[in-house]
């Protein structure tokens, strides 16, 4: 297995790249990997991903 598959897992349920599909992130440390199903929780409750990943403090939870 190539050594890059180690990060290759969703920053907020860590489920893998052989589990599920996954969109790439690019922030100022490099990159990380977010589900589709994770992906609402970043656009909508971004606060509770500060924490995994950088530059998240600074997106506002999109209201609707
Ligand atoms: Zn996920």
Redesign the pocket.
């Known amino acids: 297995m190539p050594a890059q598959d180690q990060n290759t ?7 893998t790249v052989e589990e ?1 599909p ?1 969109l790439m992130l690019v922030h100022r440390a490099g990159n990380a990997y ?6 609402p ?1 970043l656009i909508h409750q971004p606060q509770e991903l500060v924490s995994k990943l950088p530059g998240t403090e600074a997106l506002q939870p999109h209201e609707h």
Do not use: D, E
Request: glycine share 0%.
């Open positions: 897992h969703c920053v907020n349920c860590s489920r599920v996954l977010i589900c589709p199903q994770c992906l929780i």
